[in-house]
């Protein structure tokens, strides 16, 4: 049976990768991206994921997050896609659910096959995860945006989004809205 994770269908080797998305199985304005970066090329991520799942059994966020750390905070997969993503490599036979936690994540583990594809693809996986190294960009942990500012733009960008998603501003509240934006962009401009 097949599941579908945020409502995109779950990426196939012979199938596009949903609108907004590349192959790759990077968003061209995902989370953290500054649009346009490809990280690895068609299929790349499931290279990547196996890989990861290889050194260490773990959930699809623990995965989105690692792959996140590992480019310094610069670039992260969408779980739109990194869910599907998994979900096929489990169809595939090369991942299985070790077990599931009481939030009822699944924690994915590589088996013999996935091994076995990841052996025979060894010099693909391995560019995958030297680019993945490199960073987006050269925004990767060698250098770049340092991640602390990332996280902060990611919680404003947050804040913002949910903020905006409420409500409806009244006059005054837009006012103060975009008082608050203004004075950061100032304050950012005095560093």
Known sequence: MRHFHFGHPPHHPHCHAPRGEHEDGFSSGGRGGRGGGR?????????VLLRL??????????LIKAIEDRLGGSYAPSPGVVYPTLTLLEELGHLRVANADDGGRKRYSITDSGREFLDANRDTADAMMARMN???????????????VTRAIENLKLAMRMRLAGAPLTEQQA??????????AQQLERI
């Open 39 to 47: 990280v690895f090329g068609h299929g790349g991520l499931r290279f």
């Open 53 to 62: 799942i290889a050194e260490k059994p773990s959930h699809g966020y623990e």
């Open 134 to 148: 490199g960073g987006v960009d050269g925004a990767g942990p060698r250098g770049g945006r340092p991640p602390q």
């Open 175 to 184: 006012h103060d809205f975009a008082a608050v934006l203004d004075n950061a």
